[in-house]
């Protein structure tokens, strides 16, 4: 489960696929859309880049975060397709 990250670009999400990042460090959660990501000008960036971006928002703990990529839709056809 380490090549997709590599592999998938933000242009190749779904609109409704949603990128769940997790703290490290605090156990935190937040998600990332597409159309966000876009909005940053990230869209040609690796999904392992956007990982390796992310901190933490809460105060004081700037920790790095593990990302998962969520899809709505398409579970089962992803985790054997891709993994
Ligand atoms: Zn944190």
Redesign the pocket.
Known sequence: MSGWKTRLRVSDLADDDRLELL?R??G?SRYLVKAELEARKADQLYLDEVERRAM?R?FG?K?RMRMALIRSHKVSAFVGGMA
């Open positions: 703290c460090k605090c935190q933490c809460v703990c920790g």
